[in-house]
């Protein structure tokens, strides 16, 4: 049993970032009463752009030899943490902060003022959302658990609704950025790649594709793992893994939903929002482990 | 001359390791671990200040290998001294070969500030630590006076006022060995002499705030600050207390009885090493590159020196080993450090919820002070490394270069970045001594397996340049044939949007501290309270004078009659705490 869902797994890990993205941008056509582009569309744009050579600005030095393959890499490392649980998931935080490093160096080191905003940019919402991952990654390691009851239900979502603001703002979602836009007052993700082209645009698209997978899937790992409710009876752990992955496609609906129904807010918000829910989170934990 | 000289100043690094025994402490790590790392420690990190000495700009070069030969010398013999007369002058040495280091600069406003500053934390502690000396063993007062030499000297929350003068006008290698080297001494001190009963339970609960306050402000300071010396110095800061925090649960927590939390207390001493070491090799390498950097620019504001690394002939990837550390890339010493931590702060959530519900929030909060201060590294590698030069800056800079012994000194401390998270991480899960727990041993194997991977994944991506290979490059001209400067940010853009939001009751808008600034106003105007006496009673009014010099004499006698009659319950006030 241990072996199949090894192997279930394995075809998760390779076919999931393919078409989750995909998800989210169909749903957010058809919410908006648009056909949309096919589920495997960002699959078939990371092909047609890994096939050009990219094209170096005067500045370009390091980072835009080395950043986008070391962030493709990192989120192939992450995903496969979230995937097959290989290690702890504190060591995620740490391949965040690589990918950061060397997004915002890929930015700055192309010397132009949008590098330079999206960095800016990317620095405020890096400050404000770590804290809120790290303790969601912390109370996702811990043994804790909620009860398989009304109360129990109400509080795991209320941590889970929580962990979802940071996981907006890490995977460039509104209200703290909107991908759709190429407004130099709305973008940050995409600010910071306008340098890019070719293979090297194909690689950072391809690390936001997994991580993207790994945090719908972290999230649903998290809620289910940690409730009273043994998933595990049933098949090993082949019915838990299930309830997983659907649990992140569900997830990638809403997301896609959410994208067409809401927009970026005003910058001066976002230290004040993120604030709160780490407040929030705060007390809710306290009263989790009360 | 320069050449006995410089024999002297390796001398003083490599010859008090051979002393050891002489003085009463050995290679026995149970015993003098503190010891023992303090001592090489300096070694190791002095051959790079020596290297960076050589190549650093100065008029006098054997004065200043004299003056860091002094230096360390004082701090070995502080070291070995023990609690004997030895100790205060090995410390007053180490100020007075600081001094000589510095007469190989000229003087200005903020160097002499700096050197002032020196010497008053280090004449008071110095004295402080007299008085431990010449009072008996295990004595209340002793214990007092030797906690707030060691506070003031480390530079702990609300004793920190005279850090950031410091390192403002200091010279640049001997910024890094305040900061790198000379730091270490008095944590370690507390380490080896302070024994935990010394201070009572409520002490050490009303110290742990103070240093989680210590680490937030130093975090959120040196974000916001502007002076390239000051981000470093507030950083510092911010580590400092970190460390003095893990000191303070340790000694809290290991004179307990619950067999619980003595566990976490030994943790938090194995916490304590590996973020020494962190900070003391990271934060070394970061006074070294920015300093240099700050010096190449003649500027010490981060918006004017945007850019400077490009042009200061340093190759680009030196320039960020330290930022690297800081910012926690996996791989490095940072990683190693904040890793444990979390790994710490899951094992706090699983305890019973009486006592992790006391400590979960505070390590939480803790934790923005720490992402502040990474995010301070950050902004200064951006703006002062990757950011384009104004054209200003590179007209002053086009008759400089570097030295390029300023290079290897930057090597051989990016050598030592590269190995030690390997080291460090391999010798705590493999050597029985630091086995206290399964699940830590464990846990330090996984930070030693990533971290060999992650650096062979380093050394394969920058040398093998699998993305791609920069060939031909293109100007994407907007019509005015831009070229980078001209639109290249500083980095107040950085953090200005955050001011109003996070820094508006820390910091001002030019980037200075509100509560430093405060603090030193209030510290002020106490000396001033003779000024404003006088200001009150016309000049020549001889019996006002009178007057107040019998209020003060009887104001006196009242203090000393209070402390005679009263003096069994004056010392119990004292005993509450001590």
């Known amino acids: 049993m241990e072996y199949l869902n090894y192997f279930i797994l394995s075809i998760y890990f390779v076919l999931f970032p393919l078409f989750l993205g995909g998800i989210i941008r169909k749903v957010r056509a058809r919410s908006q009463s648009r056909r949309g582009p096919g589920v495997l569309q960002n699959l078939y744009d990371f092909l047609r752009l890994w096939q050009k050579n990219p094209i170096d600005g005067p500045n370009s030095a390091l980072f835009a030899e080395n950043a986008p393959i070391t962030i493709f890499l990192s989120s192939i490392i992450v995903w496969s943490i979230v995937t097959f649980e290989w290690t702890s998931i504190l060591i995620i935080p740490f391949f965040l902060a690589l990918q950061r490093m060397c997004i915002l160096g890929f930015a700055m080191e192309t010397g132009t003022s949008f590098g330079g905003l999206g960095t800016s940019r990317e620095l405020l919402l890096a400050i404000c959302s770590e804290p809120i991952l790290i303790m969601s990654l912390l109370v996702a390691q811990s043994k804790l658990q909620v009860g398989f009851n009304w109360l129990g239900i109400l509080m795991g979502m209320l941590f889970l609704g929580a962990f979802m603001v940071a996981i907006l703002a890490e995977i460039a979602k509104p209200p703290f950025d909107d991908p759709r836009t190429h407004l130099e007052l709305t973008m940050v993700h995409e600010a910071m790649l306008l340098e890019a082209s070719g293979r090297t645009l194909a690689y950072f698209e391809g690390a936001a594709q997994l991580k993207i997978a790994s945090f719908l899937v972290l999230l649903m790992r998290v809620g289910i793992e940690h409730t009273n409710f043994d998933f595990r009876i049933l098949f090993g752990g082949i019915l838990e893994n299930l309830a997983v992955y659907i649990g992140a496609i569900f997830l990638a609906v809403f997301l896609g939903y959410w994208e067409a129904r809401s927009v970026r807010r005003k910058w001066i918000w976002v230290p004040e929002i993120m604030g709160m829910t780490f407040l929030f989170l705060l007390v809710l934990g306290t009263l989790i482990k009360i | ?578």
């Open chain 2, 1 to 578: 001359m320069l050449v006995l000289s410089r024999a002297l100043f390796l001398g003083s690094l490599v010859i008090p390791l051979f002393f050891m025994g002489e003085s009463g402490a050995n290679w026995n790590l149970s015993q003098h671990l503190p010891l023992v790392m303090g001592l090489v420690l300096q070694a190791i990190l002095g051959i790079s200040i020596f290297l960076f000495s050589i190549g650093e700009d100065s008029h006098r070069k054997s004065g200043v290998a004299l003056g860091y030969s002094l230096f360390f010398m004082g701090l070995s013999g502080s070291y070995l001294s023990g609690k004997s007369l030895y100790l205060p002058f090995f410390w007053e040495l180490s100020s007075l070969g600081a001094f000589l280091v510095y007469t190989s600069i000229h003087f200005n406003f903020a160097k002499t500030k700096s050197i002032i500053s020196l010497y008053i934390a280090s004449g008071a502690s110095g004295i402080f630590l007299a008085c431990w000396i010449f009072l008996p063993d295990n004595h209340v007062v002793g214990n007092i006076f030797l906690l707030l030499a060691l506070l003031l000297k480390s530079a702990f929350s609300i004793f920190h006022l005279w850090y950031p003068d410091l390192h403002e006008g200091a010279p640049t290698s001997a910024s890094a060995s305040f900061s790198g080297i000379a730091i270490n001494l008095p944590l370690l001190m507390f380490v080896q002499y302070f024994q935990p009963e010394w201070l009572t339970v409520l002490a050490y609960k009303i110290m742990v705030p103070i240093a989680g306050i210590g680490i937030f402000l130093g975090g959120v300071t040196a974000f916001f600050s502007k002076d390239i010396k000051k981000i470093l110095a507030y950083s510092t800061i911010e580590k400092v207390n970190f460390l003095w925090l893990c000191l303070f649960l340790y000694k809290l927590w290991i004179q307990g009885m619950e067999t619980e939390m003595v566990f976490f207390g030994k943790i938090f001493l194995i916490l304590f090493y590996v973020t020494l070491l962190h900070h003391s090799v990271s934060k070394s390498y970061q006074f070294l590159v920015f300093g240099h950097l700050r010096d190449f620019a003649d500027s010490n504001s981060i918006d004017y020196a945007k850019g400077v690394g490009r042009i200061a002939g340093i190759p680009f990837l030196l320039l960020g080993f330290g930022t690297f550390s800081f910012v926690l890339l996996p791989g490095t010493l940072g990683f190693v450090s904040e890793a444990t931590y979390l790994y710490l702060i899951s094992r706090v959530v699983d305890l019973d919820s009486g006592k992790s519900i006391v400590i979960l929030p505070a390590m939480v909060i803790f934790i923005i002070g720490l992402a502040l201060g990474s995010m301070a590294h950050s902004r200064l590698f951006l703006t002062l490394s990757l950011s384009v030069p104004s054209d200003e800056l590179v007209k002053k800079t086009e008759q400089k270069s570097s030295s390029i012994y300023i290079t290897y000194s930057l090597v051989y401390l990016s050598i030592l970045l590269t190995i030690t998270p390997i080291l460090l991480s391999g010798v705590l899960s493999f050597s029985g001594y630091f086995n206290i727990d399964p699940g830590l041993s464990k846990w330090f194997l996984t930070l030693f397996n990533i971290s060999v991977l992650s650096l062979i994944f380093y050394f394969v991506m920058i040398y093998g340049k699998f993305s791609h290979r920069i060939e031909k490059r293109v100007l994407w001209d907007c019509g005015n044939n831009y070229r980078g400067s001209e639109l290249s940010i500083p980095a107040s853009v950085i953090s200005e949007p955050l001011h109003d939001s996070l820094g508006i009751t820390t910091n001002m808008q030019d980037g200075e501290s509100n509560f430093d600034s405060w603090l030193k106003i209030k510290i002020l105007n106490i000396f001033k309270l003779g000024k404003v006496w006088i200001s009150e009673v016309e000049s020549g009014d001889i019996s006002n004078y009178i007057a107040f010099s019998s209020t003060s004499l009887l104001l006196t006698l009242l203090v000393l009659v209070i402390f005679k009659f009263y003096k069994d319950s004056s010392w119990n006030i004292l005993t509450i705490l001590f």
